[in-house]
């Protein structure tokens, strides 16, 4: 594989990178950079940026409002918004249901929400978790009955990202408890201020309120709201979860850190040396660094053969496990180039409006938030185990 630009591709790159120059804001890229914990606000106001440019909807068809963009060229501009701290774009709307949407929904579905999506007026989050159904989601128990025109929904949810600020969730729900427990779910697209939908927050290790239950309790659903046939949402829910596991491999953000990783590690000092000197560290980002090459090299060649029509698979689960893995290895060798400065670990701090005194260097901050953070990457959208028995059974016809 050739893997220098072509013209074209470096004039793109080009134009990508005066565009963030000029449009990306100054405060949202020093809160990325440092690891702080990004608002709403600031999170819908890059939203409508690109959206304004034409560039929010990367994965869409160009009919749709999508850029038209080879797989490269979306390469290029992952690749340009780490480098240049924009924010990771919230997946649930833009990325997960609206590809759904567009490949089984109906024509009222997509002029309904498709817009709405692009525009920001809908913040989506995911209902596919439950306490007793998570790596194994087939067994997921939430009940939605027929009620004429409705569904009556029952249940609960749980590690519902962001569900604090959503107002619609889609969700996978068993509508036939005898069948097969992969053929008896239900794709629902419900609006979260329906009478009967409760949202409690979970406060994880670092203090942090990123993830939520939701309870439904008797909730109506309009019939009109369900994506594809009844009893055949588990086809919704494979095609989605393919498009997440390939997004999460994180090239750019993992070469982003890396680049961090090396700064910080010039800045710091043992025995009055730089910490980048030290052979062990050396060699230790070096390994990271080369699997990382090796993992951006495999997620061209699946984006390619996605752009010819294909949908990914099995590929899919490598770059999910591997892309965790090295984002979590990052992290690691980070806290490790820290020492005793990643301890003080002080949540005001990561606040974007935080204007007290530091007690020590800015980017020590985040990096003991983000390493509890991370540890999460190798078990949500299907945990790393599971991954290894799918690429085992499909690939390997075990």
Known sequence: MIIRYTVEELAFRDEVRAFLQQALPADIAASVRLGKHLSKEQHQRWQRILSKKGWYAANWPVEQGGTGWTVVQKHIFQEECAAFGAPRLISFGVNMVAPVIIKFGTEQQKAEYLPRI??????????????????????????????????????????????????????????????????????????????????????????????????????????????????????????????????????GISKAALAHLKQVAAQESCNGRPLIEDPLLRAQIADVEMQLMAIEMSTLRILAAAQAGGVPGAESSILKIKGSEIRQAISHLMRKVLGPHALPFIEAELDPAFAGELRHADYSSAPASEYFNLRKLSIYGGSNEIQKNIIAKMMLEL
Request: proline share 4%.
């Open 118 to 251: 692009l525009s920001g007026e809908d913040w989506w989050c995911q209902g596919y978790s439950e306490p007793g159904a998570g790596s194994d989601l087939a067994s997921l128990k939430t009940r939605a009955v027929r009620d004429g025109d409705h569904y009556v929904v029952n249940g609960q949810k749980t590690w519902t990202t962001l569900g604090q600020y959503a107002n619609r969730i889609f969700c996978l729900v068993r509508t036939d408890p005898d069948a097969r427990p992969q053929q008896g779910i239900t794709f629902l697209l419900i609006d979260m201020d329906s009478p009967g939908i409760s949202v409690r927050p979970i406060i994880t290790l670092d203090g942090e309120h990123e993830v939520n239950e939701v309870f439904f309790d008797n909730v109506r659903v309009p019939v009109e709201n369900r994506v594809g046939d009844e009893n055949r949402g588990w086809t919704c829910a494979k095609y989605l979860l393919t498009h997440e596991r390939t997004g999460q491999a994180g090239i």
